[in-house]
């Protein structure tokens, strides 16, 4: 009987460390952990992300890491705007970037939209911003009544760029005037500070100000962010792109 029980306990060790030998590290998760989903932005930034009707608790810009493949209804929700409405067919293992810009009542968001410090008044490269469309124009007198800023060399490519009111260049009548400030999205919910003498400028030095407020020739405000700068490879010309929100209400200064 004793060798019988001896026999049956050798017998059960042997089958654990078998067992154990073959399974390897018990820790190692054999699923496949490649995430698949969106880096979604929206200008202005803080947008609620809603997918599929379903609140995700997180606000743009964001990343959802964790969609699975198909089709999916994303909404970004940001008070004073219209909801914002994005598709995306998700692929295994991949994440795209969606960019949105939102618009309401009181506010719409343009950009990104690429000017140019050039010298010549050619469309192809236009230097000029009108804040209130979202377009941008060439330095010239049929484009008097749009252009509210335009770009300047500074000398050195691409960082020290100024951006100058309008009524500086030739033909152009329309003046604006600048306050440069430190965010690093654009956001609203808060009062930007409003213009007054002495502490707001005709022209503005990029180096120094990657985000500013704009104070236009119509009385409305804009807060502006530089997005990206350059230069043309083929033109050899530098160029700057910018995203704003515009406040749509007269003399309001509150995003």
């Known amino acids: 009987m004793k060798k019988?029980?001896?026999l049956s306990f050798l017998a059960l060790v042997f089958v654990s460390l078998f067992v154990a030998g073959c399974g390897g590290d018990s820790t190692t998760n054999p699923v496949d952990t490649v995430k698949q989903g969106s880096y979604i932005v929206s200008y202005p930034a803080g947008a609620a992300i809603w997918i599929n009707n379903t609140n995700t608790g997180k606000v743009t810009p964001a990343l959802i890491d964790t969609l699975s493949v198909g089709q999916h209804d994303i909404t970004l929700k940001l008070t004073n705007y219209t909801d914002g409405m994005v598709y995306t067919n998700t692929t295994a293992g991949k994440?795209?970037?969606?960019t949105?810009?939102?618009?309401?009542?009181?506010?719409?968001?343009y950009g990104p939209v690429r000017v140019w410090v050039a010298s010549d008044t050619s469309s192809s490269h236009p230097s000029g911003i009108c804040f209130s469309n979202g377009t941008a124009y060439a330095l010239k007198v049929?484009?008097?009544?749009?252009?509210?800023?335009?770009?300047?060399?500074?000398?050195?490519?691409?960082?020290?760029?100024?951006?100058?009111a309008s009524i500086f260049?030739?033909?152009?009548?329309?003046?604006s005037y600048f306050f440069g400030t430190s965010e690093t999205s654009l956001t609203v919910g808060a009062a930007v500070?409003?213009?007054?003498?002495?502490?707001?400028?005709?022209?503005l030095g990029l180096t120094t100000?990657?985000?500013?407020?704009?104070?236009?020739n119509d009385n409305h405000y804009s807060k502006v962010m530089v997005k990206a700068t350059g230069i043309d490879v083929t033109?050899?010309?530098?160029?700057?792109?910018?995203?704003?929100?515009?406040?749509?209400q007269n003399e309001n200064y509150t995003f």
Do not use: C, M
């Open 235 to 248: 033109s050899k010309k530098q160029w700057v792109e910018f995203v704003w929100v515009y406040n749509k």
């Open 193 to 203: 500070q409003a213009r007054s003498a002495g502490t707001w400028t005709e022209k």
């Open 169 to 175: 260049a030739a033909s152009l009548t329309r003046n």
């Open 4 to 6: 019988h029980i001896l």
């Open 95 to 98: 994440i795209d970037t969606l």
């Open 100 to 109: 949105t810009n939102l618009s309401g009542t009181n506010y719409v968001a």
């Open 209 to 216: 100000y990657k985000s500013f407020i704009v104070y236009d």
């Open 142 to 164: 049929a484009n008097v009544n749009y252009v509210d800023v335009y770009l300047k060399d500074g000398q050195t490519a691409p960082d020290s760029t100024q951006v100058w």
